[in-house]
């Protein structure tokens, strides 16, 4: 038998190595704390925050049953925003969360973390990304900190994949808080689908293809990605009609449908629940992108493209009797040549695979929205 007696290994830590990514702390002392429910801050991506006052996406009681795994998901805090002015030199977050990370495929800043931006309308650029031990509930930590004043417009991306108990604001003694600038229309950007429209798996919030397009267009979207649980229920067709001055309904829930005969039956209906209470609301129907496994797994191709084209001939049919606010995207070659070049397990995008679906449906989003407002100005 051979004896090993040479020493264990020592353990790399990037934390004493690599002072970049040491774990702040936000300086709690020093700091005046705000909360987001409070003027003149702004909270976007909840459809029932004005009256119920909680970081969710569907109503604290639905009006309408809806599967227990949906109504927990919907605890998830994806495509929530906040956004202020303020001429204070530092600005920090203090975040209490249903439960810490535990995701084995994403990292905890995009699980639970939060991430700010600065510049305003049309110049926003990522300025910073939460630090925190993965699995904490709990956290604190700086975001922004520059040397000189002056008024700055801020967002902060809510966590993708976990819930928000608390979120504080903290920001120098003696600075200002003004109110942010109002998005360019008071039209909501609605969008129903799966683990990837509730941004799984980003690295922070910021990259999640709802939030990139909301940066972008300056408007509010509202995120109705359920992971694992984008199943085309009628309920949520009806929760999403609920939504008020809905710019339009994004649909893309192909990836969690069940199978092509499945979608058979529930595509339709979604599509007639929400007409019932918004006729002329432009719908946009978006087909799934491709498996990374798709070259070795031919099965996986084959039922993409039925179900392509069970959704082209579905949309010529609705549009020939009568229905033309209606649009098909073919999300196919969104992630180029190889998809699984652009995702983390062949299946969820990574940032680059986010801004690739944000580049794509961003045109197709501006021209839908600007024929409506076109055709509504006459």
């Not at 429910?37 to 801050?41: A, G, M």
């Not at 975040?95 to 990370?101: C, E, H, M, N, Y």
């Given at each position: 038998m051979v004896q090993n007696?040479?020493?264990?290994p020592e353990k790399v830590s990037p934390f004493q190595l690599d002072q970049n990514m040491k774990i702040d702390h936000a300086g709690t002392d020093e700091w005046l704390w705000y909360s987001p429910?409070?003027?003149?801050?702004r909270v976007s991506g909840f459809a029932w925050f004005d009256t119920e006052r909680i970081y969710r996406r569907l109503p604290a009681?639905?009006?309408?049953?809806?599967?227990?795994?949906?109504?927990t998901l919907a605890n998830c805090t994806s495509g929530g925003q906040i956004r202020f002015r303020t001429d204070s030199r530092h600005v920090s977050v203090r975040?209490?969360?249903?439960?810490?990370?535990g995701m084995y495929h994403m990292p905890p800043t995009g699980e639970c973390g939060v991430d700010a931006y600065i510049g305003g309308p049309g110049e926003w650029k990522h300025a910073g990304t939460a630090r925190f031990q993965p699995g904490q509930a709990e956290y604190e930590s700086s975001l922004f900190t520059v040397e000189d004043?002056?008024?700055?417009?801020?967002?902060?991306?809510?966590?993708l994949y976990q819930g928000v108990e608390e979120i504080w604001i903290g920001m120098e003694p003696g600075a200002e808080v003004l109110a942010p600038e109002p998005y360019d229309s008071g039209a909501r950007v609605v969008i129903y689908g799966t683990s990837i429209t509730q941004g799984g798996c980003a690295s922070r919030p910021g990259m999640s293809y709802t939030n990139i397009l909301s940066r972008r267009l300056h408007l509010?979207?509202?995120n109705l990605g359920f992971s694992g649980n984008g199943k085309g229920e009628p309920e949520?067709?009806?929760l999403a009609a609920q939504i008020s001055e809905p710019a339009c309904l994004v649909i893309d829930y192909e990836a969690n449908c069940g199978g092509t005969e499945a979608y058979r039956q529930t595509l339709p209906r979604y599509i007639e629940t929400y007409r019932k209470f918004h006729p002329e609301v432009p719908v946009i129907l978006v087909s799934r992108i491709p498996h990374g496994a798709e070259s070795f797994m031919p099965e996986f191709r084959e039922g993409r493209l039925e179900r392509k084209k069970f959704q082209m001939e579905l949309i010529r049919e609705l549009t020939e009797a009568g229905d033309h606010n209606l649009t098909f995207v073919d999300?196919?070659?969104?992630?180029?040549?190889?998809?699984?070049?652009t995702t983390v397990d062949g299946v969820h995008p990574t940032d680059l695979g986010f801004k690739l679906m944000a580049d794509r449906l961003e045109p197709v989003l501006r021209q839908v929205i600007g024929d409506r407002a076109a055709a509504a100005r006459g």
């Open positions: 007696n040479s020493p264990e429910l409070e003027e003149p801050f009681v639905p009006e309408v049953p809806v599967r227990p795994e949906v109504d975040v209490r969360l249903k439960a810490g990370s004043r002056k008024a700055r417009s801020f967002l902060l991306n809510m966590p509010e979207f509202i949520l067709a009806e999300g196919s070659d969104w992630l180029g040549d190889d998809p699984g070049e």
